[in-house]
């Protein structure tokens, strides 16, 4: 990630400017619950239309300056000239920087055309067509094969190995396969930004088993509950794995949802099937097929949760009264990291929060200008568990 180190000077004056590169404000930690006593700023900037963080600590006797991880955004292009700009208008001797390995790439968006961030999902997306998913496609043989295989349908590949995707995406432009997205998001989760009644199959192919950590494993009972609902009439939850605990756990599942058709199979062969799959028969394992079929409509779920803040906010009247541990509950948490205050400004803060679903939790930044509140760099993604979480802070900011 590119970063400048350079001399300690005093920090600029905002808001201030420098070659198209906006900086509005500088807030300061206050180490309210961190250990790391050293002093640290984040640095808001606007730069072609998007707002991010740059973060400037102490190192040795000079500063360092480089991306916010939590705003990180794309192309790096823009970070590096953010970097860049703020040393500028600061008039500081560089002592090191790395900044000019990082090229910006303006065809960024083209070459990934078919890889879509989740907010795509939340925001855009939609189709008239029928949608298959694919969770974890691995080598991506069997995604590429069904896609081939039915152009008409839209097909949603979800993989958290980055070297996949780019294997993947490699191969959708070399055999020219359009009806694919491909998007780096958990599973669990992605279900919720899709509508109801309009998946026709969803393929879980040899997912890691986690017989250590259980919790971590694709199918529980929400799962199952969310594919059925985005399951059409007739659809069918696919799972096919080489694991027999995993099996059974799966099939304990769906044995006791209230009504439903299962079918099992073993060894059943496929049209395609994976170089591992492949291996595993070789060496005589099983291979294990459970199918649900959806018979029930689902209504649609609504998105459009309203994240704003209400009520005025004097952060200084309750700084003593938030917990300066996780809040945990069943299915959330909110936990309220760091303050920062805005150097310059009366009463004004950022605040740095972690909340929502346990395997997939949202770091933001909650901005208090004139006793007013607002998430910064827009709000969290619509989900369940970020709605509670989000109901919860505001319970505690404004009890």
């Known amino acids: 990630m590119p970063h400048i180190l350079f001399e300690k000077k005093e920090l600029i004056s905002t808001p201030s400017s420098i070659d198209g590169v906006d900086f509005e404000f500088i807030a300061k930690s206050l180490n309210f619950i961190s250990n790391d006593r050293k ?3 984040k640095v808001a900037t606007k730069y072609k239309e998007k707002e991010f963080l740059l973060a400037i600590k102490e190192k040795d006797e000079n500063y360092i300056i480089k991306s916010d991880k939590v705003t990180r955004l794309s192309p790096v292009g823009l970070i590096k000239d953010g ?10 001797k560089v002592l090191f920087s790395n900044t000019n390995s990082f090229k910006q790439d303006n065809n960024e968006e083209e070459k990934h055309k078919y890889l879509k961030d989740i907010n795509y999902f939340v925001d855009e997306f939609k189709t008239q067509k029928e949608i298959n998913i694919e969770i974890g496609f691995g080598s991506g043989r069997h995604l590429l094969y069904q896609a081939k295989q039915n152009p008409n349908i839209q097909f949603i590949g979800l993989e958290i190995h980055y070297p996949s995707i780019e294997q993947l995406l490699k191969q959708l432009e070399l055999q020219n396969i359009t009806n694919v997205l491909v998007v780096n ?4 989760l992605f279900m919720e930004f899709i509508e109801s009644n309009q998946v026709g199959k969803i393929f879980v192919h040899f ?4 017989d250590k950590k259980p ?8 799962f199952v509950n969310e594919a ?8 069918t939850l696919e799972l096919r794995s080489d694991s027999r605990n995993y099996f059974d756990f799966c099939l304990g599942l769906l044995t006791n949802l209230p009504k439903g058709k299962i079918s099992i199979d073993i060894n059943k062969d496929l049209e395609v099937s994976s170089k591992y799959e492949d291996r595993w028969k070789k060496q005589g394992k099983n291979i294990y097929d459970l199918v649900l079929t959806s018979h029930e409509f689902d209504e649609n779920i609504d998105l459009s949760y309203d994240f704003s803040f209400e009520n005025s906010l004097d952060l200084k009247e309750i700084i ?5 541990k996780a809040v945990i509950f069943n299915n959330f948490f909110v936990h309220i990291e760091e303050l920062y205050e805005i150097i310059g400004k009366n009463n004004s803060y950022l605040i740095k929060v972690t909340m929502g679903n346990f395997d997939r939790p949202v770091t933001k930044y909650i901005i208090i200008q004139e006793k007013k509140a607002s998430y910064y760099q827009g709000n969290p993604l619509p989900t369940s568990s970020n709605i509670d979480a989000h109901k919860k802070l505001k319970e505690i900011l404004f009890k």
Request: hydrophobic content about 35%; cysteine-free; overall charge positive.
């Open 39 to 41: 002093i640290e700023y």
């Open 83 to 92: 970097l860049n700009a703020y040393v500028k208008e600061n008039g500081a």
């Open 185 to 188: 998001y958990d599973a669990r």
């Open 207 to 210: 997912p890691v088993p986690w």
């Open 215 to 222: 919790h971590r494993r694709i199918y529980s009972n929400e």
């Open 228 to 235: 059925l609902r985005v399951l059409k009439i007739g659809g």
């Open 320 to 324: 003593t009264k938030i917990p300066q």
